[in-house]
């Protein structure tokens, strides 16, 4: 089993719709989670943290975290073209020295 | 905020080149500092983990004395890539963290070529 497993995709979207993407991990012991956004052949950029379980909103983007399901989603609303990019999902993980775990990644397209 | 700066953004150079690359986190103290490397249409792989003043942590199967880091302050790392061949191009990218469970900030990464 991975650490955090994410669907590649792609998720296929309608301009103005919702992007729901999803990310299960396995240490129960963790305690941040975020969403980073890259675009191809750029570096990852931070869209979100989330610690607490329920939901964080911050403009058109929720994330939601169910630490009882070891489950963190994003949801992106009224979806654009520029939100097409790979979404990648991030667990805090402390040995020794904390560090990042991610997902694979998801790959979302928004058409026009 | 939280602006990481990283130098230089592409590289071109000939195979047995050493290339330093830099990383500055201009508004914070980053008290971790991290490496990645990324091919083409692949996940980020974390190479190294720094702490200013101390040693650089190296994941599996990263050669130590290959990718030389330096974390001389809380606002500088440095890796180098010694004696560089084809096989080491690749997309570079350094993080920093401000501590605690704060999350990473990325640089806007070094796209290197060896010919």
């Known amino acids: 089993q991975k650490e955090v497993e994410q669907n590649s995709g792609p998720l296929s979207v309608p301009e103005g719709a919702i992007a729901s993407l999803n990310c299960t991990y396995s240490d129960r012991v963790s305690q941040s989670f975020f969403w980073y956004r890259q675009y191809s052949g750029k570096s990852p950029e931070l869209i979100m943290s989330?610690?607490?379980?329920g939901d964080k909103e911050d403009g058109r983007f929720t994330a939601q975290l169910n630490k009882a399901s070891q489950y963190v989603s994003l949801l992106i609303r009224d979806s654009q073209p520029s939100d097409s990019a790979t979404y990648l999902c991030a667990v805090n993980k402390i040995t020794g020295f904390q560090k990042l775990v991610f997902g694979t990644g998801t790959r979302l397209l928004v058409s026009p | 905020g939280a602006v990481v700066s990283q130098h230089p953004s592409w590289v071109i150079c000939k195979s047995g080149t050493s290339v330093k690359i830099e990383c500055r986190s201009l508004d914070f103290q980053a008290t971790t500092m991290f490496w990645y490397r990324q091919f083409p249409k692949q996940s980020l792989m974390l190479m190294a983990t720094?702490?200013?003043?101390?040693?650089?942590?190296?994941e599996q199967g990263v050669e130590k004395d290959k990718f030389l880091i330096n974390h001389a302050s809380l606002t500088l790392s440095t890796l180098t890539v010694t004696s560089a061949h084809p096989e080491d191009s690749s997309f570079y990218i350094c993080?920093?963290?401000?501590?605690?469970?704060?999350?990473?900030?990325f640089g806007d990464g070094t796209r290197l070529s060896i010919l």
């Open positions: 989330i610690y607490s379980n």
């Open positions: 720094s702490n200013e003043g101390s040693k650089a942590t190296y």
């Open positions: 993080s920093a963290q401000p501590g605690g469970d704060q999350p990473q900030h």
